[in-house]
T-cell receptor, first 114, second 113 residues
Framework: DGGITQSPKYLFRKEGQNVTLSCEQNLNHDAMYWYRQDPGQGLRLIYY???????QKGDIAEGYSVSREKKESFPLTVTSAQKNPTAFYLC?????????????FGEGSWLTVV | KQEVTQIPAALSVPEGENLVLNCSFTDSAIYNLQWFRQDPGKGLTSLLLIQSSQREQTSGRLNASLDKSSGRSTLYIAASQPGDSATYLCAVHSGGGADGLTFGKGTHLIIQP
């Protein structure tokens, strides 16, 4: 089945630790996105990539980093510089930029700081 | 800056009723509007995408309308079922920001059996 796979589903981070969330898609989509969702808030964009080896910061990129070495993969690293990382993280993709195309989401990853 | 508001924030209705969820946006210069469903602890599932040139889209018991000039969209759910219980979000693409998308906070819908 075509889709977006995020892993792990649940992740615990200790203070000062970097963690990486995986996002893989087999939809042959060019554009990929990372969003953060906090309770009672809308989704906020962390990073966006339109093509391989290119990505742009979103509204809340501080404390996060990404790479796009392959079309199907867009991992997100939550660094120790992110002071409030506990949230639900959603990866998404679309054929091209979302101006014309449906955007599809993965099942999400929960990150908790312990 | 585009702002998207969804009213009500929560809604509880008996099974079988027809219902309307509302989404309003401040900047009418949009490319499209998309409705999503989110189950607890899950990702978003796309329901309907309306391009700026369209007035409505239908899928099964769902009908979404778009009035760009007034900055409004509605999602109509016919003959509601307990399985429709979820949070419904709308997102507007208006070109601002890296991805151009602005999401509402959602309407939490409960259908009582």
């Amino acid at each position: 089945d075509g889709g977006i796979t995020q892993s792990p589903k649940y992740l615990f981070r200790k203070e000062g630790q970097n963690v990486t969330l995986s996002c893989e898609q087999n939809l042959n989509h060019d554009a990929m996105y990372w969003y953060r969702q906090d309770p009672g808030q809308g989704l906020r964009l962390i990073y966006y990539s339109q093509i391989v080896n290119d990505f742009q910061k979103g509204d809340i990129a501080e404390g996060y980093s990404v790479s796009r070495e392959k079309k199907e993969s867009f991992p997100l690293t939550v660094t120790s510089a992110q002071k409030n990382p506990t949230a639900f993280y959603l990866c998404a993709s679309s054929i091209g930029r979302s101006s014309e195309n449906t955007i599809y989401f993965g099942e999400g990853s929960w990150l908790t700081v312990v | 800056k585009q702002e998207v508001t969804q009213i009500p924030a929560a809604l509880s209705v008996p099974e079988g009723e027809n219902l309307v969820l509302n989404c309003s946006f401040t900047d009418s210069a949009i490319y499209n509007l998309q409705w999503f469903r989110q189950d607890p602890g899950k990702g978003l599932t796309s329901l309907l995408l309306i391009q700026s040139s369209q007035r409505e889209q239908t899928s099964g018991r769902l009908n979404a309308s778009l009035d760009k000039s007034s900055g409004r969209s509605t999602l109509y759910i016919a003959a509601s079922q307990p399985g429709d219980s979820a949070t419904y979000l709308c997102a507007v693409h208006s070109g601002g920001g890296a991805d151009g998308l602005t999401f509402g906070k959602g309407t939490h819908l409960i259908i009582q059996p």
